[in-house]
């Protein structure tokens, strides 16, 4: 009988590369994989996203491919019931909790989006790049972890300091030290970038994300050192 053994080992080998060379894309849940998506790309994984990222989410489908590429790299979030809704609202998107539950395990969330410039100057949300469009909603997704881990009692006290500038300025923090670590922080460099310097925002709202925000230098820094990468090597507008 003619030996197959070599043939068998050579054509596994064969599959096992074609597997790992399939598996190295931005898409699966690595620890961190700072990564970037040109303007037209496309979730050719979206069916299979979609049941795995997109259970107990309502998402308008011109922006649902930016949705559950942030939504996949936040796996605690998987459940949670989280609409996604166009609405005239002063910024270019916020993220708030969907009534009141006694079991905060069923409670929802609602992540508004600014369809239309509004009188405060705010950046519309269709005119972002793709790289800004996932970091904005990176960011909105850290808001929506730190609230799933607040009791009611919490989350009416977080209104209240959210308009002290200090707590105001610890909960933006929070949300972009979220999407770092999630692995968008060059998504959210390029969408502060943007909103900074290309973007038309009113003095207002500029001086609003100066005071309250990470600066462009700060994310800079937070990227290199939760990333350990220079941020000139792999960041390129
Ligand atoms: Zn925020």
């Not at 904005?136 to 989350?155: K, P, W």
Request: aromatic fraction near 14%; include cysteine; hydrophobic fraction near 40%.
């Amino acid at each position: 009988m003619k030996n197959l053994f070599p043939h068998t080992v050579l054509k596994m080998l064969f599959i096992f590369l074609l597997m790992l060379f399939f598996k190295i894309d931005c898409f699966p849940q690595d620890v961190i994989s700072p990564c970037s998506f040109d303007q037209n790309f496309s979730l050719n994984v979206k069916d299979s996203f979609k049941n795995e990222f997109g259970i107990n989410k309502t998402i308008p489908v011109d922006i649902e491919k930016f949705c559950l590429v942030a939504l996949s790299k936040y796996p605690a979030l998987k459940d949670v019931t989280i609409i996604f809704r166009y609405r005239n609202i002063s910024t270019t998107m916020s993220a708030l909790p969907k009534g009141i539950r006694l079991n905060r395990d069923k409670r929802k969330y609602v992540i508004n989006i600014n369809k239309r410039p509004s009188k405060k100057g705010t950046a519309r949300f269709s005119l972002l790049s793709t790289n800004a469009k996932i970091g904005l909603i990176a960011h909105e997704l850290g808001h929506i972890l730190y609230y799933t881990n607040r009791s009611n009692i919490q989350l009416v006290w977080d209104g209240f300091r959210y308009m002290i500038p200090r707590h105001h300025r610890e909960i933006e923090y929070l949300a972009d030290e979220a999407a770092i670590a999630a692995g968008f922080g060059l998504q959210l460099y390029e969408f502060n970038n943007y909103l900074l310097n290309e973007a038309k925002i009113g003095k207002k709202y500029r001086r609003k994300k100066m005071e309250y925000y990470y600066s462009l230098q700060d994310l800079q820094d937070l990227i290199e050192d939760s990333y350990e990468i220079s941020f000139q090597d792999f960041y390129t507008p």
